[in-house]
């Protein structure tokens, strides 16, 4: 039986790509989280990106445009190209793949767990990660790490669980950690997309796509499948030791007050009647923090 790799580009994560082009642009030296399986041949790519407006580069000739997964050698998916000649297309000049081990050809092996030396720092333009972070278990140290191996004016592009997918890997993820944490380290133009959907590579159901807006209060959004968070940011600056964010929800609550690092309720009676009318409003205004982009 073969065990599909959960680690991969999908149709959807194509789109998405496409869509965020203009304002993170993939070029210059692009690094992926693991070697990336590719679930389209190189014709299906070609025609993602023509329909999504994307000016295609050309492949240089005796390009590699071979399905790059041991596993799927023999299979069906056999059939699939690589993340290498995705992203070429996109606008890299080179791709680099990371990984723990060398088990699928990753050309630099780091354990995203422990910090990154100095001589990875600023190496690339682009950090792409479709199903990694979750697998890691201290978050905020690969987080650092991707910060500081991307260069100023970077892109850095996460697609990564964020519900029903229990067991899957350690964690799942909230919009808020990235929009928070990324905020605080020197990073703007964010664009974040929640997809509901099945994960299942062998059901062909397209997933609802959804911008997500801004960070607010708690969003329930009821899915049948599993929830996917596509995230989009560029490093402005860079710091010299990494900042931990306190939640924005509480930072930014008018009924909160920040002293030093510990939060304080207001409590008066007035105040207690305002935090319920501010309930109400979030409630009538949770619809505007997702605008439906379409199924694909």
Same mark, same amino acid.
């Given at each position: 039986?073969?065990?599909?790799?959960?680690?991969?580009?999908?149709?959807?994560?194509?789109?998405? *790509? @496409?869509?965020?082009? =203009?304002?993170?642009?993939?070029? $210059?030296?692009?690094?992926?989280?693991?070697?990336? /399986?590719?679930?389209?041949?190189?014709?299906?790519?070609?025609?993602?990106?023509?329909?999504?407006?994307?000016?295609?580069?050309?492949?240089?000739?005796?390009?590699?445009?071979?399905?790059?997964?041991?596993?799927?050698?023999?299979?069906?998916?056999?059939?699939?190209?690589?993340?290498?000649?995705?992203?070429?297309?996109?606008?890299?000049?080179?791709?680099?793949?990371?990984?723990?081990?060398?088990?699928?050809?990753?050309?630099?092996?780091?354990?995203?767990?422990?910090?990154?030396?100095?001589?990875?720092?600023?190496?690339?333009?682009?950090?792409?990660?479709?199903?990694?972070?979750?697998?890691?278990?201290?978050?905020?140290?690969? *987080? @650092?790490?991707?910060? =500081?191996?991307?260069?100023?004016? $970077?892109?850095?592009?996460?697609?990564?669980?964020? /519900?029903?997918?229990?067991?899957?890997?350690?964690?799942?993820?909230?919009?808020?950690?990235?929009?928070?944490?990324?905020?605080?380290?020197?990073?703007?133009?964010?664009?974040?997309?929640?997809?509901?959907?099945?994960?299942?590579?062998?059901?062909?159901?397209?997933?609802?796509?959804?911008?997500?807006?801004?960070?607010?209060?708690?969003?329930?959004?009821?899915?049948?499948?599993?929830?996917?968070?596509?995230?989009?940011?560029?490093?402005?600056?860079?710091?010299?030791?990494?900042?931990?964010?306190?939640?924005?929800?509480?930072?930014?609550?008018?009924?909160?007050?920040?002293?030093?690092?510990?939060?304080?309720?207001?409590?008066?009676?007035?105040?207690?009647? =305002?935090?319920?009318?501010?309930?109400?409003?979030?409630?009538?205004?949770?619809?505007?923090?997702?605008?439906?982009?379409?199924?694909?």
């Amino acid at each position: 039986m073969l065990k599909v790799p959960i680690m991969g580009m999908l149709k959807k994560h194509m789109h998405l *790509l @496409a869509m965020e082009h =203009k304002r993170h642009p993939i070029r $210059g030296r692009a690094l992926t989280l693991g070697q990336q /399986s590719i679930y389209a041949n190189l014709p299906e790519v070609r025609k993602i990106l023509q329909r999504r407006g994307v000016p295609m580069a050309a492949l240089p000739e005796g390009f590699d445009i071979k399905n790059k997964i041991p596993a799927w050698k023999g299979t069906w998916w056999d059939r699939s190209t690589n993340a290498q000649a995705v992203l070429t297309l996109m606008g890299a000049k080179e791709v680099v793949v990371t990984d723990v081990s060398d088990y699928e050809g990753a050309e630099l092996l780091l354990n995203l767990n422990d910090p990154v030396s100095d001589e990875n720092a600023g190496q690339f333009d682009v950090i792409l990660d479709i199903g990694t972070l979750e697998h890691v278990f201290d978050v905020p140290t690969a *987080l @650092a790490n991707l910060v =500081k191996m991307l260069k100023t004016g $970077g892109q850095i592009i996460l697609i990564l669980p964020a /519900s029903n997918c229990i067991d899957h890997g350690f964690y799942m993820f909230s919009p808020t950690l990235l929009f928070d944490y990324f905020k605080a380290n020197g990073f703007d133009s964010f664009d974040c997309y929640l997809l509901a959907g099945p994960h299942s590579f062998f059901i062909p159901r397209k997933s609802k796509v959804f911008k997500y807006n801004r960070v607010g209060p708690e969003y329930l959004l009821s899915t049948h499948g599993g929830v996917e968070m596509a995230f989009f940011a560029t490093k402005r600056e860079s710091r010299a030791v990494m900042q931990k964010p306190i939640q924005t929800r509480y930072v930014t609550s008018a009924y909160w007050v920040k002293s030093g690092v510990n939060m304080v309720a207001e409590g008066s009676f007035f105040d207690r009647y =305002k935090k319920i009318f501010r309930k109400v409003r979030e409630i009538l205004n949770r619809n505007e923090n997702l605008t439906y982009q379409g199924k694909f």
